[in-house]
Nanobody
C-alpha cells in the first residue's frame, strides 16, 4: 500500500502562485510515476502533470510555462508549483501514484485532494 497526503491548497487571486505538496509513504519501491489530477464538480478528473521515477516531467498543455512538477526523493515528496494562476485552474487537486504489480499490472493510489480556488 501507498499513502499520499496533499497539502498547500488555498485561495489566491488571479496571477498568484501556490505550491502543492504530496507526501508519499508506505511501499513505494514499485512506484514508477507520480503526479497530479484535478476535478471540478460535475466533471471528470483531468490530468495536470506527472513525473517519472527517472525524473522526467510532463505538464498539460494549458499549464505549460506556468506549472512545474518536481520530486524530492530524500523527503519522499512531490511538488506542483503553480504560477500565474487563472480562475479556470480552480479545482480540487489530487495527487496520484502508479505502482507496478507483476509484469503487466499496476495499482493506482490517490490522495484525499486539496482545494485550489483562484478568484478573478
Amino acid at each position: 500500500q501507498v499513502q499520499l497526503v496533499e497539502s498547500g491548497g488555498g485561495l489566491v487571486h488571479a496571477g498568484g502562485s501556490l505550491r502543492l505538496s504530496c507526501a508519499v509513504s508506505g511501499n513505494i519501491a514499485n512506484v514508477y510515476v507520480m503526479g497530479w489530477y484535478r476535478q471540478t464538480p460535475g466533471t471528470q478528473r483531468e490530468y495536470v502533470a506527472s513525473i517519472s521515477r527517472d525524473g522526467l516531467p510532463r505538464v498539460r498543455d494549458s499549464a505549460k510555462g506556468r506549472f512545474t512538477i518536481s520530486r524530492d526523493d530524500v523527503n519522499s515528496t512531490v511538488y506542483l508549483q503553480m504560477n500565474d494562476l487563472k480562475p479556470e485552474d480552480t479545482a480540487a487537486y489530487y495527487c496520484y501514484a502508479a505502482a507496478a504489480r507483476g509484469l503487466k499490472d499496476r495499482d493506482d493510489y490517490w490522495g484525499q485532494g486539496t482545494q485550489v480556488n483562484v478568484s478573478s
